[in-house]
């Protein structure tokens, strides 16, 4: 998005540089990525930044209000609801499309955000190979508010481990040596020393819950860095969703974030945020007329993951033919900007901006972030078959 630094980055690009990228990317743990990486970082201004962190205040100011809880208690299906619920999320992700408004001008639009975690781990690793491999301008960082990659895991260990011994704390998952996002695993146990465990291999004894470590110990579970969402579980076998009804149960661990978080936080956040960054949202079933420039509008369910059950070209028969639209929120499309120039076409961007928050905080901190280029309709890999500079990658801001 920096003209100057966007030219530079392109005339001294070739294929053999990405590809060293590439392989020193996975030479930590070989053949953990199975996402496209893209060819390039997103360059981007202060001005642009201050855009971004600006609507990210503002939502913060509604997830902080007295109210929150109120306003998304039906915000939990009752058959995933989590008891022990702790006072905030640890973590917020906004995602943001890089757009551009009718006077043509850039600026950022939220597409979605999550009360639960994203790639923490991966992103530090990330960055130290993309400063090994590319020109990244003096004055540039990943890292938000002064945070540095050792003050970065420094915090980032503190929250997830809270006063346990890192032994006594997992990131659990269902089969995560299977996950896309497995590197995010490895990469987080490598920086703050907790194991990666599938939900498969613990151990219930009362309201205690156990695993076994690499020596075939057996260690106590007292704090849940949670990575299961629980729209997946549901659609595992049927051994592992009966192994799942365990966390629905009270447990003597705390959870980091809670569950429930990644409710209250989300798609259902929307339609009570107020913000000229935010598009417009409604639930569908609150929508008292259906608009009549619905081409300018995307249906999505509230409860689903990875785009699953968005319609983009909707029709006043998707509406009609919903039977639960109290689970659907109707929100205006935004223009995604082709905003990174490459080799062939344009490509769009999307940021993902990532929010800590410590225990006993008044507010959540901006740490750091993530990107995702695209030349498709939508950001996903199934939009991006066969496309080059898209995929994962990170945005540097001027600081």
């Not at 040596?177 to 995010?184: E, F, G, L, M, S």
Request: aromatic residues 14%; glycine residues 6%.
């Amino acid at each position: 998005m920096v003209p100057s630094i966007r030219q530079a980055f392109n005339k001294q690009f070739s294929a053999e540089q990405y590809e060293a990228y590439l392989a020193d990317l996975n030479s930590l743990f070989p053949g953990a990525i199975e996402f496209r990486v893209a060819e390039t970082p997103v360059f981007i201004d202060r001005a642009f930044k201050d855009k971004v962190l600006g609507a990210c205040e503002s939502i913060v100011n509604v997830i902080t209000q007295f109210n929150f809880n109120l306003l998304t208690s039906h915000a939990i299906p009752p058959d995933v609801r989590v008891p022990n619920e702790n006072a905030h999320t640890h973590f917020i992700a906004f995602d943001f499309g890089i757009c551009e408004n009718e006077a043509g001008e850039y600026e950022p639009q939220l597409i979605e955000m999550q009360g639960f975690p994203t790639l923490f781990g991966y992103q530090i690793w990330q960055d130290e190979v993309t400063r090994r491999h590319f020109n990244v301008p003096e004055g540039y960082s990943t890292y938000l508010n002064g945070f540095t990659r050792d003050t970065y895991i420094s915090l980032l260990r503190e929250i997830l481990l809270g006063t346990h011994a890192a032994e006594h704390v997992i990131l659990l998952e269902l089969l995560p040596h299977q996950q896309k996002t497995k590197i995010d695993f490895y990469c987080t146990s490598m920086y703050t020393g907790i194991p990666v465990v599938c939900l498969t291999e613990l151990v219930q004894e009362g309201k205690k819950l156990y695993y076994h470590n690499a020596e075939g110990k057996k260690i106590q579970v007292k704090r849940i860095y949670n990575r299961i969402i629980f729209d997946d579980l549901q659609q595992q076998s049927e051994a592992i969703r009966e192994k799942g009804k365990l966390l629905l149960e009270d447990l003597e661990v705390e959870w980091v974030p809670h569950p429930n978080w990644f409710y209250r936080i989300s798609k259902y956040t929307l339609p009570f945020i107020d913000h000229p960054y935010v598009p417009k949202t409604f639930f569908l079933n609150e929508l008292e007329t259906i608009p009549p420039d619905l081409d300018q509008y995307v249906l999505k369910p509230l409860f689903s993951f990875a785009g699953q059950g968005v319609v983009i070209d909707v029709s006043k028969d998707d509406i009609e033919k919903i039977t639960d639209p109290e689970n659907w929120i109707l929100q205006r499309k935004v223009k995604y900007a082709d905003i990174i120039q490459t080799p062939d076409i344009p490509a769009k961007a999307e940021i993902r901006i990532f929010y800590f928050w410590k225990e006993g905080e008044p507010r959540p901190v901006a740490t750091n972030n993530l990107a995702r280029l695209s030349k498709g309709k939508m950001i996903g890999v199934r939009y991006n078959k066969d496309k080059e500079w898209v995929g994962g990658s990170l945005v540097y801001f001027e600081e």
